[in-house]
C-alpha cells in the first residue's frame, strides 16, 4: 500500500515555485524594475566604458591620440576633396567652412560610432552575456557612453580648430552642452535599436558602415544643405535638414560658429532635437527590453 502523497507532491510546479519564491531563469522583468537593475549598476556601465575607451587604441603607439586624429584626418580629406576638387562650400568663407566641415565630422562620428558600436554590444559580448546575470541595457549604454567620453576628449581640438579661424567663445557656447546631451540621449536609443537587431542578426554589423556613410553624405556634413540644394524643390532641403544627423550638428554649428546663423536652421530645431531624442531612447529601451529574456540564447 502507497503512502500518501505530501502537501508538496499535491502541488504543481507554478504553485510550487510561488510557495517558495521561486521565478523562471531569466525572465524579463517589468519596465520600471528593468530601469532600477539598470540604475543600480551604472557604476558597472561607467567604469565599462572607461576600460573599453582606455583599450580601444592600447596596441597602437600613439595611443589615445587616434581618438582626435582619426577624424582630423577624414576632416582633411572631405575638404581636400570636397571643398577644393567639388567646391562644395559654394562661396562659404573659409573661415567659416573649415569650422563647418570639422564640426560635421566630428558630431556625425559620435553617431556612427554609438551606431556600430551598438550593432556589436550583444553579438559581440556574448561570453559576458552568457555568463553573468545583469540587465543587458548596460552594454549599448555603456557603448554610447564611451562614444561620447571620446567626443569630449576631441573637442578641445575642434575648439582650438574653431578658434584659430576667428570664431571665439561667446554667448551661444553654453548652447554646446544641451546639444551634445540631446545627441547623446539619441544615440544611447539607436544603440540600444542596433544591439537588438545585431543579436538577431550579426551580418548586420557588415551592412551598418555602408548605411551610415548613405546617411553621412545625406545630412550635410560636407555642404550646406539649403545653399547646395537651392536650386533643388524646397521639400528635398526640409527632409534632409530635419533628420537627426543633420539637426544635432546644425545646433553644434550653430553654437560654436561666428557667421554661421540662424537663417542656416529649420524652423523649431530645438524641439526637432528634443523630439528625436525623447523618440529614440524611450522607444529604443522599450523594444530593447522587449527581448531581454532572448539574447545569449541559442
Keep these: 500500500m502507497s503512502a500518501a502523497p505530501s502537501p508538496d507532491e499535491r502541488l504543481t510546479a ?5 510557495k517558495y519564491g521561486l521565478s523562471v531563469s531569466g525572465a524579463r522583468p517589468s ?27 592600447s596596441q597602437a603607439k600613439l595611443g589615445q591620440l587616434w581618438q582626435v586624429v582619426t577624424p582630423l584626418l577624414n576632416a582633411a580629406v572631405y575638404f581636400f576633396i570636397f571643398g577644393v576638387i567639388l567646391e562644395a562650400d559654394r562661396g562659404m568663407p573659409q573661415e567659416v567652412y573649415i569650422p563647418f566641415l570639422v564640426t560635421g565630422v566630428f558630431v556625425f562620428s559620435f553617431t556612427q560610432s554609438s551606431v556600430l558600436a551598438g550593432v556589436r554590444a550583444i553579438s559581440g559580448n556574448l561570453g559576458l552575456v552568457r555568463a553573468l546575470h545583469f540587465p543587458r541595457a548596460s552594454l549599448p549604454v555603456s557603448f554610447a557612453l564611451q562614444q561620447l567620453q571620446q567626443l569630449l576628449y576631441s573637442m578641445i581640438v575642434l575648439f582650438a580648430v574653431t578658434m584659430a579661424f576667428g570664431s571665439f567663445p561667446d554667448a551661444s557656447w553654453p548652447l554646446i552642452v544641451p546639444a551634445l ?5 539619441f544615440n544611447t536609443g539607436l544603440a540600444l535599436v542596433m ?3 545585431g ?14 556613410r548613405t546617411w553621412m553624405y545625406a545630412s550635410g556634413v560636407m555642404y550646406s544643405i539649403p545653399i547646395m540644394l537651392a536650386d533643388k524643390p524646397q521639400w528635398i532641403a526640409n527632409v534632409l535638414q530635419w533628420n537627426p544627423a543633420a539637426i544635432y550638428m546644425d545646433l553644434m554649428r550653430f553654437a560654436l560658429i561666428d557667421g554661421y546663423g540662424t537663417e542656416n536652421l529649420p524652423d523649431h530645431v530645438w524641439a526637432a532635437a ?3 531624442s525623447v523618440l529614440l531612447v524611450v522607444g529604443g529601451f522599450a523594444y530593447f527590453w522587449k527581448a531581454e529574456e532572448r539574447y545569449g540564447r541559442g
Design 195 to 197: 544591439a537588438r537587431a
Design 181 to 185: 546631451a540631446l545627441q547623446f540621449l
Design 14 to 18: 507554478a504553485q510550487l515555485a510561488a
Design 199 to 212: 543579436s538577431k542578426t550579426p551580418d548586420l554589423a557588415q551592412l551598418m558602415p555602408f548605411v551610415m
Design 274 to 276: 528634443l523630439g528625436w
Design 31 to 57: 519596465l520600471v524594475e528593468y530601469v532600477r537593475q539598470l540604475w543600480d549598476r551604472r557604476h558597472f556601465i561607467l567604469a565599462f566604458s572607461r576600460a573599453k575607451l582606455t583599450a580601444q587604441y
